[in-house]
C-alpha cells in the first residue's frame, strides 16, 4: 500500500529529535549549550531503519525545519526490504509508533510527497508485460535508470506512474511486479481529502487511491510485442506496428487516441492476445481488498501531542444493561386499535409526477386521472420530458466523448469500489446492473472536475443510474454488430 513519504513535522521541538536515543545513535550529535539549551547552528542528519530524520535551518523563520523521509514500509521490516504486503493495519501501527517513539503528531504532519501502490505476484513473466507497455494517454512511458528490465516509468505534471520488476530489483527468484503511485504534488490528492500523516489512517479516504492505479492502467496503452498477426490483414499489421511505437501516440489528438485505442482493442481481439490491462486491473483491485481488509487488529493511532504525565482514570466506566434496554424498547412500541390497523392497511398510490395521493385510482395507476384532477395532463406532460430530457443526456454521453465513473456494490459487503470507464466501453451484464449504486458523467478530465470555476460531475442514483447503463451498453453492442 503506502512506500515512500516526505513529510514536514511540526507541534514539536528539535530538541525532541536531537534527544531521542535511536536518533543520537543513529546520526544526530547532542549539541546544545549547556546553560541557555540553545541548539546549534547547522543541519542535522540522521538515519534509521529506512527512515531519515532531518533538521534544517529555516529560512523563513528563526529555528528549523523538521522533515521525516522514506520507506514506512522498510521501516516496518526494521529496513531490510519492502516487497511483502503492507496492509492499511499496518500503516496505523506505524503511524501510532512514531509517535510513540518519536514523538511526530500525525495530525501536524504535512505531507509534501507520497507513493503508493500494490506488489503482485503474476503466473506470466514480469518482462512480458513490462515489454508491451507504450504510453500513458499520449505520453511514453520511459525506461527506469535507463534499464527497461528493471521497468518502467512515466512522469506528469504532479505524479508518476511507475511499474517495475520487483523480484529483480530485490533479487527474488519471483515474478513480482510492483504497480505505483508517485505523488509530487499533494494538489493530485486534494480531492480525496489527504494531506497530512493522519489522513493515511482514515479507512475511507485511503480506499479511494485505487481510483488513481486503475485510471493510470486504463490510460495505459498496452501492445503486447510477442501477439501472433498471422490472421490480420496488412493494413492491420501497419497499425498494430505503429501503435507499438511511442511517437505516434505523440502526434494524435485526444479524438484520434479514442478512435485508435478501439481499432487497436479489436486488433487484439482479433489475434486473441493477452489482455494485460483488464488482467492488472482486476489484480490490481483485489489486492488493495486485502491491503485494505487485512484482519489483522491495529492499535488506534495517537494524535494528541505526548504530555508524557501519567494519567489516572477518577470515575469506573458504567455500561447500560441490555436486558434493561431490550424492555424499554418493548414497552414504548405504541399500541394501534383494530380501526387505526384497518386505515394503515389500506393501500394508498400517489402520483409519479407532482406527489399528490390519486383518488379512486385503479391498481397500476402511476399519474393523477383526469377525472379527479384537472391538472393530470401536466403530470404526464412533465414526466415525459424528464424522460426525454434523461435520454437525451444519455445520447449526449455517447456523441460527446463521455467518461462515466461506475459505484458498484460490493457483494462481499465490503467497502464499495468504482470502475472509470468511457461511455463506449459499458457492456454491463444483469448481475452488475442490480448492484450499481450510482454513475457519476464526469468532465474531459476526470482529474480535475472539482477544481475551482469546473462544475462537478452530473450524479445519477437509483433507477436513472440503471437505464442509462442499460442503454448505453446497448448502444454499444448494437456498435459491435
Not at 514500509?73 to 499496518?90: A, I, L, M, Q
Request: net charge positive; proline share 4%; charged share 30%.
Amino acid at each position: 500500500m503506502f512506500d515512500f513519504i516526505n513529510v514536514e513535522v511540526k507541534s514539536i521541538l528539535p530538541k525532541v529529535w536531537l534527544e531521542n536515543p535511536i536518533l543520537r545513535d543513529s546520526g544526530f550529535p547532542l549539541q546544545v549549550v549547556e546553560n541557555s539549551g540553545e541548539i546549534l547552528k547547522g543541519k542535522r542528519i540522521a538515519k534509521y531503519q529506512g527512515l531519515t530524520f532531518e533538521l534544517l535551518p529555516s529560512l523563513k523563520y528563526e529555528g528549523y525545519t523538521m522533515l521525516l523521509s522514506g520507506s514506512i514500509h522498510s521501516y516496518r521490516n526494521e529496513g531490510k526490504h519492502n516487497y511483502d504486503r503492507f496492509t492499511f493495519s499496518d500503516c496505523i501501527e506505524i503511524v501510532g509508533e512514531l509517535f510513540t517513539v518519536f514523538g511526530i503528531d500525525s495530525r501536524q504532519a504535512n505531507l509534501h510527497s507520497l507513493e503508493f501502490g500494490v506488489n503482485l505476484e503474476l503466473p506470466y513473466k514480469v518482462q512480458k508485460l513490462i515489454q508491451s507497455v507504450v504510453v500513458h494517454k499520449n505520453k511514453p512511458y520511459e525506461a527506469i535508470n535507463k534499464n527497461r528490465k528493471i521497468g518502467v516509468v512515466c512522469v506528469r505534471d504532479g505524479y508518476e506512474i511507475k511499474m517495475y520488476d520487483k523480484g529483480f530489483v530485490c533479487g527474488l527468484p519471483k515474478k513480482l511486479i510492483r504497480v505505483e503511485y508517485h505523488v509530487s504534488k499533494m494538489r493530485v490528492l486534494q480531492e480525496y481529502g489527504i494531506s497530512t500523516l493522519f489522513d493515511l489512517t482514515d479507512k475511507t479516504k485511503v480506499s479511494s487511491l485505487v481510483d488513481l492505479l486503475i485510471d493510470a492502467i486504463n490510460d495505459t496503452i498496452f501492445v503486447p510485442p510477442d501477439t501472433d498477426l498471422s490472421s490480420l490483414t496488412q493494413k492491420q499489421k501497419i497499425n498494430f506496428h505503429s501503435m507499438g511505437k511511442t511517437y505516434t501516440w505523440k502526434s494524435y489528438t485526444r479524438k484520434q487516441r479514442f478512435d485508435k485505442r478501439l481499432t487497436l482493442a479489436r486488433i487484439l481481439k482479433k489475434c486473441n492476445a493477452f489482455d494485460f490491462q483488464r488482467d492488472l486491473k482486476t489484480r490490481v483491485l483485489d489486492e488493495w481488498k486485502i491491503l485494505l481488509n487485512d484482519p489483522k487488529e491495529a492499535y488506534k493511532t495517537v494524535t494528541f501531542t505526548p504530555d508524557f504525565s501519567t494519567i489516572e482514570a477518577q470515575e469506573n466506566v458504567t455500561f447500560t444493561s441490555l436486558e434493561y434496554r431490550v424492555q424499554t424498547l418493548q414497552k414504548d412500541v405504541p399500541e394501534y386499535s383494530e380501526k387505526e390497523k384497518l386505515e394503515k392497511s389500506v393501500f394508498r398510490q400517489y402520483c409519479k409526477s407532482c406527489g399528490k395521493e390519486i383518488i379512486n385510482s385503479y391498481p397500476n395507476s402511476i399519474f393523477c386521472r383526469k377525472s379527479t384532477n384537472p391538472e393530470a395532463k401536466k403530470c404526464r406532460n412533465k414526466d415525459s420530458n424528464k424522460r426525454r430530457t434523461f435520454k437525451a443526456k444519455i445520447m449526449r454521453a455517447i456523441k460527446q466523448d463521455k467518461w462515466l465513473r461506475v459505484t458498484y456494490r460490493n457483494p462481499d459487503n465490503l467497502e464499495p469500489y468504482t470502475d472509470t470507464l468511457h461511455s463506449s466501453e459499458i457492456a454491463v451484464t444483469r448481475e452488475y446492473l442490480d448492484s450499481v449504486l450510482s454513475v457519476e458523467i464526469l468532465h474531459e478530465s476526470p482529474t480535475l472536475y472539482n477544481e475551482p470555476n469546473v462544475t462537478h460531475p452530473e450524479l445519477l442514483t437509483g433507477v436513472k443510474a440503471i437505464e442509462m447503463l442499460e442503454v448505453l451498453t446497448t448502444e454499444n453492442m448494437n456498435e459491435l454488430d
